[in-house]
């Protein structure tokens, strides 16, 4: 069975994120080894300077690594990353869990994103859209894509 992570900076205080996700966990732990791993957000000032964001980022790209299953396929989300269909999404899984790499690595940054050191070490960058989302809620996005994911790789009504 596939091992999937996601890994987040920031963590989900509002009930309405907490109960979505906590379903997508509860529905997709028939499909993988699924391990929704929580990382602090580094402190900031109100108006930090670029040095200091950037500092922020590393620190946090350092407790990412820290959690890092072996030999992962790592899929940060960002701005840079390419949009995939529910479809493409699937053909992912499929994939991973067809391949000896059976450790599949989503990561969602906080609020300034995520350091380029770890968006360079991606197996792909994804994006959820041109748009621009809370970071809570591209949680919740992303596991109901991954739940999607394997609902279409078993050929389920799911996906209409």
């Known amino acids: 069975m596939l091992s999937v992570y996601l ?25 993988c ?32 690594r820290a959690k890092l299953p072996p030999s992962p396929r790592l899929i940060p989300l960002c701005v840079e990353g390419k949009l ?3 479809e493409e999404v699937a053909a992912i899984l499929e994939d991973c869990a067809a391949s000896s790499a059976k450790h599949l690595v989503f990561l969602i940054g906080g609020s300034y994103g ?23 809620l591209a949680r919740v996005m992303l596991l109901e894509q991954i739940y999607r994911g394997f609902k279409i790789g078993e050929g389920s009504s799911y996906h209409k």
Do not use: N
């Open 33 to 64: 080894k699924l391990q929704v791993l929580e990382l602090p957000e580094e402190r900031l000032p109100p108006d930090p300077s670029r040095g200091q964001i950037d500092a922020a980022l590393e620190k946090e790209a350092a407790a990412i």
């Open 84 to 86: 995939r269909s529910s």
């Open 114 to 136: 995520l350091h380029p050191s770890i968006k360079a070490e991606a197996w792909l960058k994804l994006s959820m859209s041109p748009m621009t989302f809370p970071h809570h």
């Open 7 to 31: 890994i987040c900076v920031g963590k989900l205080k509002e009930k309405f994120y907490l109960d979505a996700c906590a379903e997508y966990v509860k529905r997709l732990s028939a499909y």
